[in-house]
């Protein structure tokens, strides 16, 4: 099988996002995408407290472990591979988390501007 390289977001190698937790929607620490990712887990974020309680408000509980799913609920400060629209709809209520720039795949500039990321680039 060939495998294909993977980009980020600034047209270089898709870099890891967070391996403890261990995300990725393949869970392999990186924020790869393909056909059966239908949220596309592209944005690899580090979450905060007030974050995490908006996703909770959406219907996405970010915090409470799910063992069923490799799921081990997240914390303030986890780096984590979010879907591109969650991070999105946080920027438009002004809570969006930071990103790792190097570790969010490229596919996630379908659905936000490079601008943005940038201006929440983590430290």
Not at 100 to 113: G, I, M, R
Request: aromatic share 6%; net charge negative.
């Amino acid at each position: 099988m060939i495998q294909r390289l993977e980009l980020n977001v600034l047209g270089t190698a898709i870099e890891g996002c967070c391996t403890d937790p261990m995300t990725g929607f393949y869970r392999d620490g990186l924020c790869r995408t393909g056909e059966n990712d239908l949220g596309s887990h592209t944005v690899c974020a580090i979450v905060t407290a007030e974050f995490l309680e908006f996703s909770a408000r959406r219907g996405n509980d970010l915090i409470t472990p799910r063992p069923e799913y490799s799921f081990p609920g997240l914390k303030p400060g986890d780096g984590w591979c979010l879907c591109v629209l969650r991070w999105r709809e946080g920027l438009e209520a002004g809570c969006a988390p930071p990103v790792k720039l190097e570790a969010c795949h490229q596919n996630a500039l379908d659905h936000v501007s490079l601008e943005d990321l940038k201006a929440h680039a983590a430290p």
